[in-house]
């Protein structure tokens, strides 16, 4: 079947890295995505991974995939209030097809 | 970029009454729409799949006469949620794939509907 797991909470201080963790049971899955929520809004797709990729990079923003664990985690370099939000894994098994989220993480970012 | 536009973003209803959600694809053709529900600090949970033109396919425990999808055309998919109750007040979001320059085998979100029932 297809589940999405993460812990719902992460708090680090300002400045630090922010590394929040999923594992995902579906071997078929192809796309691999990390969105953000803030309170009140819609979703904002950060990134996603193709499952051949180990590891992809994007300013502050890091994604490294175990695929042989199913195991995804994001890295937040240098964590700001405004990165303050919900982290949701997901995964798709085609870039067109359904997408099925984790329950997300809520980072709280300490002063 | 491509846009997914919902209307309304915002809606009260009384408890008994019907209301339809609305979600366009404003620059591009959607063939499949999906449709989202969330419950406060909750994930999202996938309540349909439509393909213009056909059935909409639910996922299991989600009633289908209670919400009634219908994707009439490539561009609009309606989610009605009929004789509301307040356990059905949510975040609605929809998401669609379609044809397109530039949005070819790619999902995007709308901003998400929120209903409250009261």
């Known amino acids: 079947g297809e589940d999405v797991e993460q812990s719902l909470f992460l708090s680090v201080r300002e400045g630090d890295s922010s590394v929040i963790n999923c594992t995902y049971t579906?071997?078929?899955?192809?796309?691999l995505y990390w969105y953000k929520q803030e309170p009140g809004a819609g979703l904002q797709l950060l990134t996603y991974?193709?499952?051949?990729?180990d590891m992809k990079q994007d300013q502050r923003l890091t994604v490294l995939l175990n695929k042989k664990d199913k195991h995804l985690s994001l890295r937040i370099a240098d964590t700001q209030t405004g990165d303050s939000a919900i982290y949701f894994c997901?995964?798709?098994?085609?870039?067109?097809?359904?997408?099925?989220f984790g329950k997300g993480t809520r980072l709280h970012i300490l002063p | 970029g491509a846009v997914v536009s919902q209307h309304p973003s915002w809606v009260i209803c009384k408890s008994g009454t019907s209301v339809k959600i609305e979600c366009r694809s404003l620059?591009?053709?959607?063939?499949?729409m999906f449709w989202y529900r969330q419950f406060p600090k909750q994930s999202l949970m996938l309540m349909a799949t439509?393909?213009?033109?056909?059935?909409?396919?639910?996922e299991q425990g989600v009633e289908k006469d209670k919400f009634l999808i219908n994707h009439a055309s490539l561009t609009l998919s309606t989610l009605t949620v009929t004789s509301a109750h307040p356990e059905d007040s949510s975040f609605y979001i929809c998401?669609?794939?379609?044809?397109?320059?530039?949005?070819?085998?790619?999902?995007?979100f709308g901003e998400g509907s929120w209903l409250t029932v009261v």
């Open positions: 998401s669609a794939s379609g044809q397109g320059q530039g949005v070819v085998n790619t999902i995007y």
């Open positions: 579906d071997s078929s899955s192809t796309y």
């Open positions: 991974i193709f499952s051949n990729m």
């Open positions: 997901a995964e798709s098994r085609r870039r067109d097809d359904k997408i099925i």
């Open positions: 620059d591009f053709q959607a063939t499949t």
């Open positions: 439509s393909n213009e033109g056909s059935k909409a396919t639910y």
